[in-house]
């Protein structure tokens, strides 16, 4: 079973950056699309933005574009998450998952990892 583990993240004040990492402890085949996911305090989880592992090609919740980039690094089967210009709604547990195909919603994924907490404050 390959595991994600998700990291980089931190306290930082509104209008900030921070950049998240997720390791897969085995290879991320070309075929597969890398998401990134969310869930602030007393919501739902959220679709941030995902990657299709052979193209690169991205996708972004409206809430996130222009703000937050993600990429990634074949060779070392990690994904990144660049956020920009921070907003206090941008606070939550930021999670990562890898699918065959583009899966949006959260409740398709069974198991999840322990996340890295973003939390945007004054």
């Known amino acids: 079973q390959v595991q994600l583990v998700e990291s980089g993240g931190g306290l930082v004040q509104p209008g900030g950056s921070l950049t998240l990492s997720c390791a897969s402890s085995g290879r991320i085949f070309s075929s597969h699309v890398m998401h990134w996911f969310r869930q602030a305090p007393g919501k739902e989880r959220e679709f941030v933005a995902a990657?299709?592992?052979?193209?690169?090609?991205?996708y972004y919740a409206d809430s996130v574009k222009g703000r937050f980039t993600v990429s990634r690094v074949n060779a070392e089967n990690t994904m990144y998450l660049q956020m920009g210009t921070l907003e206090f709604e941008d606070t939550g547990v930021y999670y990562c998952?890898?699918?065959?195909?583009?899966?949006?919603?959260?409740?398709?994924?069974?198991?999840w990892g322990q996340g890295t907490q973003v939390s945007v404050s004054s």
């Open positions: 990657i299709r592992w052979g193209t690169g090609k991205t």
């Open positions: 998952q890898r699918a065959n195909g583009l899966e949006f919603t959260p409740g398709v994924y069974r198991v």
